[in-house]
């Protein structure tokens, strides 16, 4: 038996007739029968299409992706992993949707997205809330992350398998940043996300709302005055063009949560144990992956007067208010996500 996503099911049944309609539907999607991978069952021909929003070029491509599905080739346990970048299964909100209803595979996304269907994950992207790549890849990868997966899957039927971050977030504007007071009175771009405007505030920001593929031009024309993303992000969208000053906050880990659907129940044992390596494997190469790129752009900028990079932002001053406005305003699971991540902190 070979399993393809119901995506790919559902446009090749526009093409059947309707024989082979019903031995389709014996043979596959509810994995009932004797061939059904099922948690440790049968072990039959998997395909499971992986996608995400970066292009080939970026870290989380070519050491995260691709890097799974070469890993799931090589372990040879009839499981195959496509990846579909730069959001040609659609924008991550939809992909979200569709993995949680089953109707797709397996995705990489950022923990705000996912708070769409499980609210307390989203915490994973407070600011500050982790204290570098390591401590957010330490923190999924062991049991301190337990109640926060269980919780995902008990709420959407997904699994996380792990997380790596795609860089740490930092501030650009047509001034530099150095101290939360700095902040007053620019106008800054942050992504319209609840989680995403709770760090506005506990940094001490004004957010505008300006959606990303209008950034730019907001900037150009000074819309807003500046903007936060991590450096691979500012890079691309060449944002060097219509701002002054980069300033090292590193206030949030670009948090990207490797996931896969419902569709994990039909793994047999050994696929899932396969799955699962090439995803550890991934973890551990793109922040180094992503500290290269970082080094080499910074590198650029700095030689070519690009940016005025700041460096001596106050960072404690910033993590400090951060701490104190999360602990006052988170409740609930949100403060108990929060709390297990912070008290993870070596």
């Given at each position: 038996?070979?399993?393809?996503?119901?995506?790919?099911?559902?446009?090749?049944?526009?093409?059947?007739?309707?024989?082979?309609?019903?031995?389709?539907?014996?043979?596959?999607?509810?994995?009932?029968?004797?061939?059904?991978?099922?948690?440790?069952?049968?072990?039959?021909?998997?395909?499971?299409?992986?996608?995400?929003?970066?292009?080939?070029?970026?870290?989380?491509?070519?050491?995260?992706?691709?890097?799974?599905?070469?890993?799931?080739?090589?372990?040879?346990?009839?499981?195959?992993?496509?990846?579909?970048?730069?959001?040609?299964?659609?924008?991550?909100?939809?992909?979200?949707?569709?993995?949680?209803?089953?109707?797709?595979?397996?995705?990489?996304?950022?923990?705000?997205?996912?708070?769409?269907?499980?609210?307390?994950?989203?915490?994973?992207?407070?600011?500050?809330?982790?204290?570098?790549?390591?401590?957010?890849?330490?923190?999924?990868?062991?049991?301190?992350?337990?109640?926060?997966?269980?919780?995902?899957?008990?709420?959407?039927?997904?699994?996380?398998?792990?997380?790596?971050?795609?860089?740490?977030?930092?501030?650009?504007?047509?001034?530099?940043?150095?101290?939360?007071?700095?902040?007053?009175?620019?106008?800054?771009?942050?992504?319209?996300?609840?989680?995403?405007?709770?760090?506005?505030?506990?940094?001490?920001?004004?957010?505008?709302?300006?959606?990303?593929?209008?950034?730019?031009?907001?900037?150009?024309?000074?819309?807003?005055?500046?903007?936060?993303?991590?450096?691979?992000?500012?890079?691309?969208?060449?944002?060097?063009?219509?701002?002054?000053?980069?300033?090292?906050?590193?206030?949030?880990?670009?948090?990207?949560?490797?996931?896969?659907?419902?569709?994990?129940?039909?793994?047999?044992?050994?696929?899932?144990?396969?799955?699962?390596?090439?995803?550890?494997?991934a973890v551990e190469q793109v922040p180094q992956c992503v500290e290269e790129d970082e080094q080499a752009q910074l590198d650029e900028w700095a030689a070519g007067g690009d940016f005025e990079i700041i460096d001596d932002v106050d960072v404690d001053a910033f993590r400090e208010r951060a701490e104190e406005y999360f602990q006052e305003n988170y409740s609930g699971e949100l403060l108990e996500t929060y709390e297990a991540i912070r008290d993870s902190?070596?």
């Open positions: 038996m070979k399993i393809r996503s119901r995506r790919r099911r559902l446009s090749l049944a526009a093409t059947m007739t309707l024989p082979l309609l019903l031995a389709a539907a014996c043979g596959g999607d509810d994995g009932g029968g004797d061939d059904g991978g099922g948690g440790g069952g049968g072990g039959g021909e998997v395909t499971l299409e992986l996608a995400h929003s970066y292009t080939d070029e970026q870290p989380q491509h070519r050491c995260g992706a691709q890097v799974i599905a070469d890993e799931v080739a090589a372990a040879d346990v009839g499981l195959t992993v496509e990846v579909f970048g730069a959001s040609q299964l659609g924008g991550d909100a939809d992909r979200v949707q569709a993995l949680v209803a089953g109707d797709h595979d397996m995705d990489i996304q950022g923990a705000s997205a996912l708070g769409a269907v499980h609210e307390p994950i989203g915490v994973v992207d407070a600011a500050y809330a982790f204290d570098d790549a390591q401590h957010l890849a330490e923190f999924f990868g062991g049991d301190a992350s337990s109640d926060l997966r269980q919780g995902f899957a008990d709420a959407t039927g997904s699994q996380v398998l792990g997380a790596w971050s795609a860089g740490a977030r930092h501030f650009t504007a047509s001034e530099p940043i150095r101290e939360p007071g700095d902040l007053e009175g620019l106008r800054m771009r942050f992504p319209n996300s609840p989680q995403y405007l709770m760090n506005a505030e506990a940094l001490g920001a004004t957010p505008t709302e300006v959606a990303f593929e209008e950034l730019y031009l907001a900037l150009q024309q000074g819309i807003v005055d500046g903007q936060e993303n991590p450096i691979t992000n500012i890079s691309a969208q060449n944002y060097a063009e219509v701002q002054d000053y980069l300033s090292l906050s590193g206030h949030q880990q670009n948090s990207n949560l490797v996931v896969v659907g419902p569709v994990w129940e039909e793994l047999s044992e050994e696929q899932q144990e396969a799955l699962s390596a090439a995803v550890d494997a902190a070596e």
